[in-house]
């Protein structure tokens, strides 16, 4: 995760906008909104979640992986570390 408080603080406010978002869907449920609204809150929902996975991803490469990369671990199989993270999180 980030260590910076700042850029905590920025992905705690992307939750809270998707929460938000959730939150819409589920009034839409309930009061038989049309179908295609409810469509585009999910993908709303669903972009929002991508971008925080991206960026939780980002953050873990740039402050765990490549900060480890110096140490000894070849670039071989940093490549295929990333790729197993991109492949486990992003299906």
């Known amino acids: 995760m980030s260590h910076l408080e700042k850029e905590k603080q920025k992905l705690v406010a992307r939750i809270k906008r998707i ?15 049309d179908c295609a609204d409810v469509l585009m809150l999910l993908a709303n929902v669903r972009g929002g979640i991508n971008s925080l996975m991206a960026e939780v991803l980002e953050d873990h490469i740039r402050l765990h992986m490549l900060s480890n990369e110096k140490s000894a671990m070849p670039s071989v199989e940093l490549a295929e570390d990333l790729i197993g993270l991109v492949r486990a999180y992003l299906k």
């Open 19 to 33: 929460r938000g978002q959730v939150d819409s869907i589920e009034r839409s449920l309930t009061t038989d909104d």
